[in-house]
């Protein structure tokens, strides 16, 4: 019996739905009733929720869930939890309580969701958070995250609004998951390439996060399914703009080389379509606009912190092993919102 995932059509972050259908959706949402306690809603399409329980603590609640993003079981649900408990870290906030989220075919072989369910409570046993239980439902294709609760000191939330002019912006993982799981979707992907992505997928963004709150971060998201652009777009808001050091973004091995042969994916096109007139690429070559809208499953995190404190802060990250790069600065609004040099 099949003991993998190779029947499975790709997912990950790759499989969420465009940022132009999402605003569309969420503009016909009637308004509701606003409570102070409720920190943060979906105003800003920040990364979780946040309602204050008391001066000094407010709970923060997630989820997240997709269809497989490599073959092999274990490491799928390794990956999933990971990119759920990812929006807890990126409010600056702790996990504490997380719950399975299952669609599985009841005629496949049950090892393989045993073995997915096992890598996803593996990851939530590393991050110092419970599993309690969850719900599934019988499926044709199989889909697993995680609903996540955290907590955070109401005046310690990180949002993904708020970056300041002149602070500069550190990515903690390397760009490229979207990209290098679609090379070996169709049997190109070197290796050590997939290795890479897939040791960087299943590091969760709690270490990095750690080092993070030692530092006056201003703004902070996670990298997802809207890539870099997209979501250091939501960073700015309308009233500043950015400059990306191409140079400095780091990126898996052989990316150049599978962006220019097209292993790309729709949604990274979707992306595209949704912000490339609000982008000066400047001279980037065309795997570097690729690789700047590829959507990133279990991404790193993106943080606007002072210029005085990034190059510690960087070096902090690097300590921990973690290849993580200062990839840009805030500036004042220009004509394009962000400008790539």
């Known amino acids: 019996m099949e003991e993998d995932l190779s029947f499975c059509r790709g997912g990950g972050c790759t499989a969420k739905l465009g940022p132009d259908i999402l605003k569309k959706v969420l503009s ?3 308004e509701t009733e606003k409570s102070p306690d409720l920190l943060v809603g979906f105003d800003t399409n920040d990364d979780a929720a946040v309602y204050r329980l008391s001066e000094h603590e407010a709970v923060v609640q997630t989820l997240d869930f997709f269809p497989p993003v490599v073959k092999d079981p274990f490491t799928f649900g390794q990956i999933a939890a990971a990119n759920a408990m990812s ?7 702790k996990p504490l309580l997380a719950l399975n989220i299952v669609c599985f075919p009841q005629e496949k072989n049950l090892n393989i969701l045993g073995k997915i369910m096992q890598g996803g409570a593996e990851k939530v046993k590393e991050a110092g958070a419970f599993l309690c239980g969850g719900h599934s439902i019988n499926d044709r294709e199989i889909k697993y995250g995680m609903s996540v609760t955290g907590t955070v000191d109401p005046d310690r939330i990180l949002k993904n609004v708020g970056a300041e002019f002149g602070d500069r912006l550190i990515l903690t993982k390397p760009l490229g998951t979207g990209i290098v799981c679609t090379a070996d979707r169709i049997g190109k992907a070197d290796p050590e390439s997939m290795k890479e992505a897939v040791r960087s997928m299943t590091t969760l963004n709690r270490y990095a996060a750690d ?4 530092y ?39 990316v150049p080389q599978y962006a220019d042969d097209f292993y790309i994916t729709a949604n990274a096109q979707r992306n595209r379509n949704h912000l ?5 690429f400047g001279k980037a070559e065309f795997w570097q606009e690729e690789l700047l809208f590829d959507p990133q499953t279990s991404g790193g ?3 606007a912190l002072p210029e005085n404190e990034a190059e510690s802060c960087l070096g902090e990250i690097r300590a921990l092993g973690l290849p993580c790069g200062l990839i840009g600065e805030i500036t004042e609004k220009r004509e394009k919102k962000i400008c790539v040099i």
């Open 87 to 93: 929006d807890i870290w990126a409010m600056g906030a």
């Open 301 to 303: 995190l993106l943080a």
């Open 216 to 254: 006056r971060v201003h703004a902070c998201t996670d990298i997802t399914g809207f890539g870099l652009l997209g979501h250091l777009s939501e960073m700015l808001g309308e009233t500043k703009s950015a400059l990306l050091y191409s140079g400095e973004i780091p990126f898996f091995k052989n």
């Open 28 to 30: 016909v949402l009637p």
């Open 276 to 280: 490339e007139g609000c982008v000066d």
């Open 211 to 214: 080092v993070l709150k030692q």
